[in-house]
Structures are given as structure tokens and as C-alpha cells.
């Protein structure tokens, strides 16, 4: 099991930044997929972006491209997601997750381990 703790959120103006961190411990890998959801008021969980064990792929949701850049540091058993130009509907809590698997994925399921959130919050 891995633990993840994110952190970084908060309330910024539309057309801001804010970076936000996810740091694994506990059985952490660099053979873990890892990936960012958020979840709206009244709204389901939904995919963000994802970042393949070896940083090599990265994949993203429409609504968010360009804007967002997920990364990661094995060494430093770190992710981060980089978020530009941020909009009023980018308002959400964020989770990181981690899925044990070589090639990225959006699927919800396929990911085990979750943190508790961090919540983004962009006024317009």
C-alpha cells in the first residue's frame, strides 16, 4: 500500500497558477502509475491527468490541456501538477492516486491507493 498526501491548493483569480504536490510513501514504487482526479461540488470524480511509471507518457482531459503539466520525481517519490491559466470551473478537490501499472490510465478503478485531497479554489 502506498500512502499519498497532497498538497499546494488554494484560492487563486482566474488566469492564475498554482502547483500542487503529491508526496508516496509507505510500499512506494517507480512501477506506479500516477494520476490526478478532482471532484466538484454535486459533480462525480473525474480524471485530470496521469503520468506513466517512468515519466515517459503523460495523458490529460481535454479540459486541461495545455493549461496543465503533471510530473514526477522517483528519487524524490513526488508529483506535481502544474496548473496555468486556471478557470472558475477548475474548482474542485484535487486527489492524487496511484495505480500499480506500467502505461498510464483515466480509469478510476484501475487506481488503488488515494490521498486525501486538496482543495482549488479559482474566482472569477
Known amino acids: 500500500q502506498v500512502q499519498l498526501v497532497e498538497s499546494g491548493g488554494g484560492l487563486v483569480q482566474a488566469g492564475g497558477s498554482l502547483r500542487l504536490s503529491c508526496a508516496a510513501s509507505g510500499r512506494t514504487s517507480s512501477t506506479y502509475v500516477m494520476g490526478w482526479f478532482r471532484q466538484a461540488p454535486g459533480k462525480e470524480r473525474e480524471f485530470v491527468a496521469a503520468i506513466s511509471w517512468n515519466g515517459g507518457a503523460t495523458g490529460y482531459t481535454d479540459s486541461v490541456k495545455g493549461r496543465f503539466t503533471i510530473s514526477r520525481d522517483n528519487a524524490k517519490n513526488m508529483v506535481a501538477l502544474q496548473m496555468n491559466n486556471l478557470k472558475p470551473e477548475d474548482t474542485a478537490v484535487y486527489y492524487c492516486?496511484?495505480?500499480?501499472?506500467?502505461?498510464?490510465?483515466?480509469?478510476?478503478?484501475?487506481?488503488?491507493?488515494w490521498g486525501q485531497g486538496t482543495q482549488v479554489t479559482v474566482s472569477s
Open positions: 492516486a496511484a495505480a500499480t501499472r506500467f502505461t498510464w490510465t483515466t480509469r478510476y478503478n484501475d487506481y488503488g491507493d
